[in-house]
Structure formats: structure tokens, C-alpha cells
């Protein structure tokens, strides 16, 4: 008989028709959001990136991935009892192919206004998905832990909003440095940070920003108050790539809002500021990869997964440390580095309340009055 169920005891193996599945739920999710983002690309595009977008291409590779998801998830119908995935992956592509498959019109004014980033998310999912899954299951720090751990829907969920909601926190972290800031900004300041070169100022964001970063997240940590948001991304048991974006919205919000105020103030370039965005985020993610690379020495010069793994580790004696996003020497000099010469046995918080499950639950658990978790 068969099953629908995401929860499955039958085997993964390859010629199972897990994989055959797992593909083609991915490939006829991604493809119908990309269709949507082609009909509704006023709504659910992010506008600084619509003019980049090689149509003809994406039209071209959009329809190899729906008739491949739609073929391996004949496939997984074919071999597996549950056929949850399979059943995901050939709905997915029939629903994009009602709607115009890769011939979509490109519908709406592409013009300012709300929208969501939905474009923006499916970059994400893939270039991250097809960097940080492969590391992990070649270079897996813990072998045994699944690609699908217990949590992941609840941290896919926050990758996702995140990523949906890029034009929200834009405005909430952007804007109140820009309105707030403004008697700070000097022109003769700014023109002169803006006529180093392009390198040195790649490197002075690095600085500033982990400099500001450093003292936030120490704050997060020593204040009741902000610890009670910052709490939800420590809540986290199991490290992956995933489980970084397990972030609340004021924790970001705050964050990113006083992290840009330096940023704004000095009035570095913007093809400086784009490298530096796309370091942090890439930097972000991999820190808290399953990954088992130490880097020896250099550990004390660049934030690594092992460095920041400390950080998330459920011990005490690594409690508040490791604050640093890019530069261990900010931990050196202030008192709060802890690099031993082993791995953490365990994560997640130490002590104190243990979180929800779930994202509603845990973006509404830091209003609950409870005691600091360490």
C-alpha cells in the first residue's frame, strides 16, 4: 500500500528511489518558484537583481529541471512505498507546467514597490545547497548525522524567511543607521576612505564591522534582555551549514542595523561593500558547516567552523566565547578566546529553559520571562 509520510523506515541506499526522490522534490520546488518569480516578477523579485537575469538561459535550464525532477519522480513512484517525495516532486512540475513551465510570459511592470525575495532565496538554496551539502558529506566532521536531522524544517524555515523578507530587514537595519547616523557622516571622511584602494577597502570592512560585530554579540550575551533572542540561535543541537540561519528577527534586526552604522558613517565604495557581503554570508554559513577542517595555525587568524563551533558548544567552560565573526584576535585581545585541541562533545544551551520546537514557537519564546541560558 502506499505511503505519504516524510518520516520513512525504508532504505536510502542508492537504487532505492530515495535519491531519485529527494532530487526530484528539490528540482520541481526550485522550478516552480521559478516560475513564479517569471510571472510575478514584481512581486517576488528582488528589483536590483531583475536586469541581471539571463532569461533565455534561465528559460532554457528551467525546463531541463523540470522534466528531469518530473522523471526521477516517476522514478521514486515506481520503487518506493512512501511516495511522498516522488509525489512532491512530479505535483511540483505539473502545477510550474500549468503555469507556463519555461515558456512563462514575464508578466508585470518591473518597477520599485513591496516584494519578496524569492528569487533571492532560490539563489541561495542552490549555490549553497550545491557547495556546503557535498563538503558535509565528504568532509563530515560527524559521519553519522543525517542530512535531515530532527530540526531542519525549523531552520529551514528561518534560511527561508530570511531570505523572502530581504527587502524588510533591508529596511530595518539600513535605514535607521541612514536616518540616526546622518550628523556623523562626514563628506571629507568618506571621500577619503572612498579613494583607497578597492583591497585595502575590503580589508577595512573586515575590520570595522567585526570590531562592531564583536562588542553586539558580547552584548547579546551579557544583557538578559537581548540573550532571550540571541538564545533562539544557540538553541540549536546539531551544526550544519543549515543551522546558521536559525537567527530571530530582532537579533538580526539589531545586528545588521548597528554592524551598518560604521559602514554608512565611513562611506566605503560599493564594490568593496558587495565583496564584504558576500564574504560575511558565505563566511556565516560555513563556520557553522559539519565540516572537519582545523586549518591549523591560521585558526587564530580567520574564524573557522572549529572556532566557531566553541562558541555553540554546550560546555561550560566555553560559555561566551568566541565572539568574533571574522577575526579570532578580537577574542585573543579581549579575554574571551577558547580554541582547544578537540572538537566540542555536545551544543546547545547550557542550563535555562530549553527552546521550542518550531519557528512560530521560538519566534515568540524570547517574550516568555525565563532565565539566562548561558
Not at 66 to 82: C, E, H, Q, W
Request: positive net charge; charged residues 10%.
Amino acid at each position: 500500500m502506499a505511503q505519504f509520510s516524510l518520516k520513512t523506515v525504508e532504505p536510502t541506499a542508492f537504487g532505492s528511489g530515495w535519491l531519485s526522490g529527494l532530487l526530484s522534490a528539490i528540482l520541481g520546488l526550485v522550478g516552480l518558484g521559478a516560475v513564479l518569480c517569471i510571472r510575478f516578477p514584481a512581486l517576488l523579485t528582488v528589483p536590483e537583481a531583475r536586469a541581471l537575469y539571463p532569461l533565455p538561459a534561465i528559460r532554457a535550464l528551467l525546463h531541463l529541471v523540470l522534466v528531469t525532477g518530473f522523471l526521477l519522480g516517476l522514478i521514486s513512484l515506481a520503487l518506493r512505498r512512501n511516495k511522498t517525495l516522488g509525489a512532491v516532486g512530479t505535483g511540483a512540475t505539473l502545477v510550474a507546467a500549468l503555469l507556463g513551465g519555461s515558456q512563462v510570459p514575464l508578466d508585470g511592470e518591473l518597477s520599485g514597490g513591496p516584494y519578496l525575495g524569492l528569487d533571492w532565496f532560490l539563489l541561495n538554496l542552490i549555490v549553497y545547497s550545491a557547495v556546503f551539502i557535498p563538503l558535509e558529506r565528504l568532509y563530515a566532521r560527524l559521519p553519522g548525522q543525517p542530512l535531515f536531522r530532527a530540526s531542519w524544517p525549523t531552520d529551514f524555515t528561518y534560511f527561508f524567511i530570511s531570505a523572502l523578507l530581504v527587502q524588510v530587514m533591508t529596511l530595518v537595519t539600513l535605514r535607521p543607521a541612514m536616518v540616526l547616523f546622518d550628523w556623523a557622516a562626514a563628506p571629507t571622511l568618506q571621500g577619503w576612505v572612498r579613494g583607497w584602494p578597492a583591497a585595502a577597502q575590503f580589508v577595512g570592512l573586515i575590520a570595522v564591522t567585526d570590531f562592531t560585530q564583536y562588542w553586539v554579540h558580547r552584548a547579546f550575551h551579557a544583557v538578559p534582555l537581548l540573550w532571550r533572542f540571541h538564545a533562539v540561535h544557540h538553541s540549536a543541537d546539531q551544526m550544519d551549514w543549515l543551522a546558521g540561519s536559525r537567527l530571530h528577527m530582532v537579533d538580526i534586526a539589531v545586528t545588521r542595523g548597528l554592524t551598518y552604522v560604521p559602514i554608512y558613517v565611513l562611506g566605503f565604495s560599493d564594490g568593496p561593500l558587495m565583496a564584504y557581503l558576500v564574504l560575511v554570508s558565505a563566511q556565516a554559513t560555513f563556520i557553522h558547516a559539519n565540516v572537519r577542517f582545523e586549518f591549523g595555525a591560521l585558526r587564530w587568524l580567520v574564524a573557522t567552523p572549529q572556532f566557531h563551533h566553541w562558541h555553540h558548544a554546550a560546555e561550560h567552560d566555553a560559555v561566551d566565547k568566541n565572539f568574533a565573526v571574522h577575526l579570532p584576535l578580537l577574542d585573543v585581545l579581549f579575554g574571551t578566546a577558547y580554541l582547544p585541541d578537540r572538537w566540542p562533545s555536545a551544543y546547545g544551551l547550557v542550563g535555562g529553559d530549553a527552546a521550542p520546537a518550531g519557528y512560530l514557537r521560538q519566534l515568540l519564546w524570547p517574550f516568555r520571562a525565563r532565565r539566562k541560558a548561558g
